[in-house]
Every structure is written in structure tokens, then in C-alpha cells.
């Protein structure tokens, strides 16, 4: 596609459940990053894929938190058991060899 | 592992008056910089980036940002703000070797008439 593309755009949940993220990056790009943007805390990084490299895991908050990524393409953020905290807006990057990192338009997590 | 500090979380300036955000890393290796910038309710978008070459780098919208070594900084100036540059700005960090994008905290640039 012609952009970074992320689904859903919204998410409410409530506490305790499981939650997927999924980013779907530029064609040909092999560089993929998540992030999640909080009220005032700027942009926190959670992990890095770059090919077939393993993955950069070192912003993952805790262990309820993974990623993956399949076929070096889409990628999928999983938080499991939500908690009130993890309320932000996810958003994920590609990039292709040095600085053309291109964001998708985010999804916007609430947990209840 | 290489930082990024954003001085100022926020800016406020008047319209048509010159305006610096600065921003200064920490990093052990060489470095790529960018600045991004993110307009109320929409998503990222890059405004520069210094890769290599001249250290004075220009933008999108009339900015500018210049790379100093010595200092480990990175400001981002623009001559003359107008109303629509209100926004947050970000500096970005990454090293040479292909490690990932670390932002600071963003400084909300606030441009009235």
C-alpha cells in the first residue's frame, strides 16, 4: 500500500482481557518499529524488527507485551491481560535502509 | 544506548517571531537526527533529517535544524512562526549501524497572534 496501515483505529477493552494490534507496513520496507504515545510522555519505544534480524525487544514494558512478525511484513502487537495503564495510542514505523521512517496513523487504545 | 533530551516541553512564541526547540543527545557512536512534527489530532511526520554531509539541514514549512558534534545538539530554528505551525515537535535519535529510533519528549510549540 502507500502508507503505513493500522488496525483497528480504536480499541476499548476491558481490564484483564487480551488485545491484538496489527500493522501492516510500506511494501519492500524492512524495517518495523512500535511505539506507544502517552498524554506527556512523548513517543515510548517498545520493539524493532529489522529483516530477518531478531528483533530489538529492549522498550517492551513488561512480559505481557509481545510482537511478532511474519514473513518480514504484517506485524501484530499483543498485549496480554490489560491493565489501565496500557491506555495509549500504539503506533508502529517502517522504514526502508536510512531514515525514511513513515508512522501510521495509530491505534487508540482504552482499557475499562 | 543513545538518548534524547528536549529542553523545552513547551514553547510559546507570537506570530511571526523567530523560534528555536532545542535538542541534545547522548550517544557513543556516530548518529542519524530527525525532527518530526505532529499537528493536533493527526499523526507523525518527518520535518528534516541529518544522515551525513552539510550540517546545516532544511526542511519542510521553513525549517531548519543544524547538527553540532561538539555540543551533541541538534536545534531546530525557524526565522518566522506563523499561527499553523502550532504543534509538537519531535527530535529523534538513531546510531549508525542500524539501531532503532529513539524520540525525546516532544516540545508543544504554541504560536498566537
Known amino acids: 500500500g502507500a502508507g503505513v496501515s493500522q488496525s483497528p483505529s480504536n480499541k476499548v477493552t476491558e481490564k484483564g482481557k487480551d488485545v491484538e494490534l496489527r500493522c501492516d507496513p510500506i511494501?519492500?520496507?524492512?524495517?518495523l518499529y512500535w511505539y506507544r504515545q502517552s498524554l506527556g510522555q512523548g513517543l515510548e519505544f517498545l520493539i524493532y524488527?529489522?529483516?530477518?534480524?531478531?528483533?530489538?525487544k529492549s522498550g517492551l514494558p513488561s512480559d505481557r507485551f509481545s510482537a511478532e512478525r511474519t514473513g518480514g511484513s504484517v506485524s501484530t502487537l499483543t498485549i496480554q491481560r490489560t491493565q489501565q495503564e496500557d491506555s495509549a495510542v500504539y503506533l508502529c514505523a517502517s522504514s526502508f535502509m536510512l531514515g525514511g521512517y513513515t508512522f501510521g496513523s495509530g491505534t487508540r487504545l482504552t482499557v475499562v | 544506548a543513545q538518548s534524547v533530551t528536549q529542553l523545552d516541553s513547551q514553547v510559546p512564541v507570537f506570530e511571526e517571531a523567530p523560534v528555536e526547540l532545542r535538542c541534545n543527545y547522548s550517544?557513543?557512536?556516530?548518529?542519524?537526527l530527525f525532527w518530526y512534527v505532529q499537528y493536533p489530532n493527526q499523526g507523525l511526520q518527518l520535518l528534516l533529517k541529518y544522515l551525513s554531509g552539510s550540517t546545516l539541514v532544511k526542511g519542510i514549512n521553513g525549517f531548519e535544524a543544524e547538527f553540532n558534534k561538539s555540543q551533541t545538539s541538534f536545534h531546530l530554528r525557524k526565522p518566522s512562526v506563523h499561527i499553523s505551525d502550532t504543534a509538537e515537535y519531535f527530535c529523534?535519535?538513531?546510531?549508525?549501524?542500524?539501531?532503532?529510533?529513539?524520540f525525546g519528549k516532544g516540545t508543544t510549540l504554541s504560536v498566537s497572534s
Open positions: 511494501s519492500g520496507h524492512t524495517a
Open positions: 529523534a535519535v538513531s546510531e549508525k549501524g542500524g539501531t532503532a529510533l529513539i
Open positions: 524488527f529489522q529483516g530477518n534480524s531478531a528483533p530489538d
Open positions: 550517544s557513543s557512536v556516530s548518529v542519524y
